[in-house]
């Protein structure tokens, strides 16, 4: 892991960020992190962001332009099935992976890319995840960060496991192996590579990344300071937050719905499931029909349903990255179940700040949180403590700014 120099005299940098999607709302993880992050450079450098805005953004554009950050709108249609089936089948001809790089390929991007470096070159340019390295010729010269927010391939192929349908299991292996070919050059084409945990940090250097940071998800602290530690909650309530669309998630509740609850619900009658995202399927929204269990969709807050919570389970068994909802359970004192791989990245310790479990044990202990307020209380003071010490995005968003300063020393 590189170590992070202070440089002076930098408040005057020109950084050019573009992102696949504008970061905002924040009702998903990889919005809260791009968003957080640029807040932070916009409040050191000169900052211009370039993304895709679809109809009915204006809204975000506005309180993205409230934060300091200049928005370099590039107006985009809603997808068409047919074109997106297009993309697909001529990156597979070239040998190039759609999911999670080639889906968010615009030419009207690189002509605002071209315009804008025209009109005063960076210093830097960020790129947000991988999916902007298609632009990567656009930056020659010009020293390039890439925050990575997953091992993309990694993320592809434990999604293909969870995939009921043979086709798609092969497909999404086949674009975890080209999605590995796309991480090599990231790291040859690269400055400064930022990465979320420190596992990544090693894979990524591991390809031959020669200054791979690690910048871990945070979290605003101040945020959820006023809610209390622990939970008294009636009836006890068991809550899951997540973007319904992503198929980890879906599959996560479905887990919880029909074979934690039930057996939950034989020692605590009226224990119930909150299930809370954007986008929720047919699949997930049936799930309402079983005893107990509550799908919200889309919320204008999270805050209440962190506060009316027992618990927050994470019941992942696919994804990477670290998780930014428990790192919110942290912060606003709520106690978390966990799996293994659902805080995997995470400084954390078992029955310290969280209790880890596998899937086969995950109804006994939900069960054993949901009798022992003691271990709620503990759990909680301890992991909120450790949100404020090493996650919150003020500090986190200080070694962003930093790597940034570096890039340009680097890039000499």
């Given at each position: 892991m590189e170590k992070i120099k202070n440089n002076k005299n930098s408040d005057n940098l020109s950084v050019l960020v573009v992102t696949s999607q504008l970061p905002w709302p924040l009702n998903a993880g990889g919005y809260i992190r791009t968003f957080y992050l640029v807040r932070a450079l916009a409040r050191r450098f000169r900052v211009r962001l370039i993304a895709p805005v679809k109809p009915g953004e204006e809204s975000s554009?506005?309180?993205?332009?409230?934060?300091?950050?200049?928005?370099?709108?590039?107006?985009?249609?809603?997808r068409k099935q047919w074109r997106e089936g297009i993309k697909a089948i001529t990156s597979a001809l070239r040998g190039l992976p759609y999911v999670m790089y080639r889906r968010h390929d615009y030419q009207a991007v690189r002509n605002a890319i071209a315009d804008e470096?025209?009109?005063?070159?960076?210093?830097?340019?960020?790129?947000?995840?991988?999916?902007?390295?298609?632009y990567a010729r656009c930056f020659t010269g010009i020293p390039m960060v890439m925050d990575l927010h997953n091992v993309y391939?990694?993320?592809?192929?434990?999604?293909?496991?969870?995939?009921?349908?043979?086709?798609?299991?092969?497909?999404?292996?086949?674009?975890?192996?080209l999605l590995e070919r796309v991480e090599k050059r990231v790291c040859d084409v690269t400055t400064v590579i930022s990465c979320v945990s420190e596992p990544e940090t090693e894979y990524f250097t591991s390809l031959g990344g020669?200054?791979?940071?690690?910048?871990?998800?945070?979290?605003?602290?101040s945020v959820y300071e006023s809610l209390p530690v622990g939970r008294s909650v009636n009836p006890p309530t068991i809550l899951y937050v997540g973007a319904m669309s992503w198929q980890p998630n879906a599959q996560a509740v479905?887990?919880?719905?029909?074979?934690?609850?039930?057996?939950?619900?034989?020692?605590?009658?009226?224990?119930?499931?909150?299930?809370?995202?954007?986008?929720?399927?047919?699949?997930?929204?049936?799930?309402?029909?079983?005893?107990?269990?509550?799908?919200t969709g889309?919320?204008?807050?999270?805050?209440?349903?962190?506060?009316?919570?027992?618990?927050?389970?994470?019941?992942l068994e696919a994804g990477g990255g670290t998780r930014l909802k428990i790192l919110e359970a942290f912060a606003a004192g709520l106690p978390?179940?966990?799996?293994?791989l659902g805080c995997e990245g995470l400084r954390v310790e078992n029955n310290e700040h969280l209790i880890i479990a596998s899937r086969d044990q995950f109804a006994e202990?939900?069960?054993?949180?949901?009798?022992d307020n003691a271990l709620q209380h503990r759990l909680a003071e301890r992991a909120r403590a450790l949100a404020l010490e090493q996650y919150d995005w003020t500090s986190i968003g200080d070694i962003s700014c930093r790597a940034v300063e570096d890039a340009v020393r680097f890039g000499q």
């Open positions: 554009i506005e309180q993205l332009q409230q934060q300091g950050i200049t928005v370099c709108r590039v107006p985009m249609g809603a470096v025209a009109r005063e070159r960076p210093d830097v340019a960020y790129l947000d995840a991988c999916d902007p390295l298609v391939s990694a993320l592809a192929r434990s999604t293909a496991e969870v995939q009921s349908r043979w086709f798609l299991r092969s497909y999404l292996r086949r674009e975890a192996r020669k200054h791979v940071y690690l910048i871990p998800n945070g979290v605003d602290c479905h887990f919880l719905a029909k074979e934690v609850l039930p057996r939950v619900r034989l020692k605590i009658p009226d224990a119930r499931l909150q299930i809370v995202g954007r986008d929720p399927s047919r699949d997930v929204l049936a799930l309402q029909k079983l005893p107990g269990v509550e799908v889309t919320v204008p807050q999270i805050l209440p349903y962190l506060n009316g919570a027992s618990l927050l389970a994470v019941s978390v179940v966990s799996t293994p202990s939900i069960l054993s949180l949901l009798n």
